[in-house]
């Protein structure tokens, strides 16, 4: 981000705690706050009948609620939650809007964060639609060790089983194929990550190319 649109934004940032699955965004409320992630992870999912399945996830490359409040929508069917707890910058929704209109700039930032988001819900599609449980796990574990310090994370049977859209005994399985090839190590309630391009290898291309487009459009910029 450019100094001159930080400082738009500065006085408008309040310092927030993230706390284990919170809600920081409900389905069809309205979008009035949005959080910049400074530690932690939120999940972006679907919800049907009390069953979530996580779509996308962001870190600290991004902004929760970027898509609705870019796209000039007021709500969104998506559950926002948190996935690891830690800290965030909060801005309310007329705050940033302001600040859009007066800066093209940040305005084409966004956008192009959206962008990199949506290829990111694209790819976890393909993901569901083709691959293994074990493939699909791997890119996961890969995508939240982007967004962790170190190579523990902190992640449950029961947020991978949301994560994955399958029931907890899969995981399970899934968990101990990747611990058994050297893949990942498990422990109580977390993961260790011992050799990223092995897991890279079980992704089939569904791991990388949002990555990659985040790179080029915002990194890059």
Known sequence: M??????????????IALQLREVVI???????ELFFIETGMVSISTAHDERRIEVSLVGSEGLVGAVPVALDCTTTPHVHFVQLAGEALSIGRDALCAA???????????????????????????????????????RWVLMCHDRTEGDELVLTHDFLSMMLGVQ???????????????????KRRRIEVLDRAKLLALTNGSYG??????ARLIEGA
Request: net charge negative.
């Open 2 to 15: 450019a100094p001159e649109d930080f400082a738009r934004l500065e006085p408008h940032l309040e310092p």
């Open 26 to 32: 409900a389905a069809d409320a309205a979008v009035d």
């Open 100 to 138: 859009l209109a007066e800066s093209p700039t940040l305005r084409r930032l966004l956008l192009r964060y959206v962008h990199s988001l949506i290829v990111q819900i694209t790819q976890t599609a393909y993901a569901h639609a083709s691959l293994s449980l074990e493939s699909r796990l791997a």
């Open 168 to 186: 907890r005994a899969g995981v399970t399985l899934a968990i101990q194929n990747l611990e058994g090839a050297g893949r990942i190590r498990a």
């Open 209 to 214: 190319t949002p990555e990659a487009e985040y």
